[in-house]
């Protein structure tokens, strides 16, 4: 990974900080993306201690924020001559049923409006890097998940639960339209669902008897956040995954995701509304 530019999005915490310690390991230049400047470089150290690589920077990224997520791809397209992968991983649960200054439903916005404008945004840089590889940290729940477009945005119906697996849907359906648009652009895009690993996503359990429990059950029952890491470094470093785009990883293989998650139509129409409920300027 010499030479490449990596961006990780919630690279401070859990999944995203050990994908970035391995990725910089690889010789990489790793660019975390996250809310607080402080957490920021205390992440940005932890990196470089454990890789030994002094290519490692923060950048500022609030998802709940699209001005936010249009400030930190400006910098990034002054600061970066290329791109050569971008891990959207960052996202919360438990957000409850609130809305964010831009209007859309808080869960809906960090897990997928958020991600869907930063990849838009960024597809110049990709494009010019090519190859270059897209990587949507989604998950298993996504199994769960609805495509209502009369409730995109969660005003009829929501509940944590269906916030979470809904937005994990729609960041496949993206990976699919992605991989139908960037077809001839040499830049891929692939879901991964990382496994199930005690990390600070379950924070919003806030009962610290309950949540503690949690946290021992999944230590004992699945893996740690290392091991959650080994697809999204797979599918950004592997030859065996180039060229290859639209697909869904789990466990560094290839698996099958939600029927729902296959649906072309469904990807395409869910982009279109995206682009107008992020107020993009130009829609394609
Ligand atoms: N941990 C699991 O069991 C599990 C299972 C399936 C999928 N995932 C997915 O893995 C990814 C990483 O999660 P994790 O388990 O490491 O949890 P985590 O809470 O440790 O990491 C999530 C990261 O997202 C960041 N984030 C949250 N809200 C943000 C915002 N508004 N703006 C910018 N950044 C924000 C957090 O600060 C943190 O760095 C997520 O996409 C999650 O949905 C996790």
Redesign the pocket.
């Known amino acids: 990974m010499v030479g490449k530019v990596v961006i990780i ?2 690279g ?5 900080l050990e994908t970035a310690k391995n990725l910089a390991e690889r010789g990489a230049k790793v660019i975390i ?3 607080s400047a402080s957490r920021g470089a205390a992440a940005k150290e932890e990196i470089i201690k454990a890789s030994g690589n002094p290519n490692v920077n923060y950048e500022l ?4 924020s699209l001005q936010s997520v249009r400030e930190f791809c400006a910098t990034i397209m002054k600061k970066e001559e290329r791109l050569d992968v971008l891990i959207n ?4 649960g438990g957000l409850g049923n609130s809305k964010t200054k831009d209007g859309l439903h808080k869960g809906m916005q ?1 897990n997928f409006f958020g991600p869907f404008l930063l990849t838009y945004l960024l597809l110049p840089l990709l494009k010019s890097s090519a190859p270059s590889r897209i990587i949507n ?1 989604s ?3 996504h199994h769960y998940g609805k495509m209502d477009f009369d409730n995109l945005n969660m005003e009829k119906q929501w509940s944590d639960l269906s916030v979470y697996a809904n937005s994990k849907l729609y960041l496949n359906l993206m990976t699919l339209e992605l991989s139908r648009r960037l077809n001839n652009n040499e830049v891929t895009a692939n879901a991964v ?5 005690a ?3 379950f924070k919003h359990i806030t009962n610290s008897i309950i949540r503690n429990t949690v946290m021992k059950c999944i230590n004992f029952l699945f893996q740690d ?1 290392w091991e ?1 890491a080994q697809t999204s470094v797979y599918v950004a470093v592997s030859p065996e995954v180039a060229g290859k785009s639209g697909l869904y990883f789990s466990n560094c293989q290839e698996k099958k995701p939600s029927k729902l998650s296959q649906d072309p139509d469904l990807a395409k129409k869910l982009w279109l509304k995206s682009e107008k409920l992020v107020n993009l300027s130009c829609h394609s």
């Open positions: 999005t919630g401070n915490s859990g999944i995203g993306a996250c809310r990224l609030d998802l709940e991983n960052a996202a919360a960090v940290v998950s298993a729940m669902h990382p496994g199930i690993a990390t600070n996503l956040s959650a």
